[in-house]
């Protein structure tokens, strides 16, 4: 699970970029933190790198690799539509 200090600096999205699984050996579109959706490993990718394929990724012993979700973006592509938080203030 990514860990931050200042929630100031991270902002909620609804975006579907946080929705697709990506497979090892594909090219992802945001730069950001990806994490295994079967151990939960952590790996951080530049938007345009390849999704390191075993043995060079660093899944859990006996882990499928069943895929990579991202779950912090880095970068400014990803939408940060309107949330209830945001509505509110």
Not at 16 to 23: E, G, I, R, T
Request: proline share 9%; with cysteine; charged share 25%.
């Amino acid at each position: 699970m990514a860990i931050y200090r200042d929630r100031r600096k991270m902002h909620p999205s609804l975006s579907k970029a946080f929705d697709s699984v990506q497979k090892s050996g594909f090219q992802v579109r945001y730069s950001g933190i990806y994490a295994c959706i079967e151990c939960g490993v952590e790996i951080a990718l530049s938007a345009g790198r390849l999704v390191p394929e075993r043995p060079n990724n660093p899944h859990a012993p006996g882990c499928p690799d069943g895929g990579w979700r991202l779950v912090v973006a880095t970068s400014a592509p990803v939408e940060r539509p309107a949330t209830s938080e945001s509505k509110d203030s």
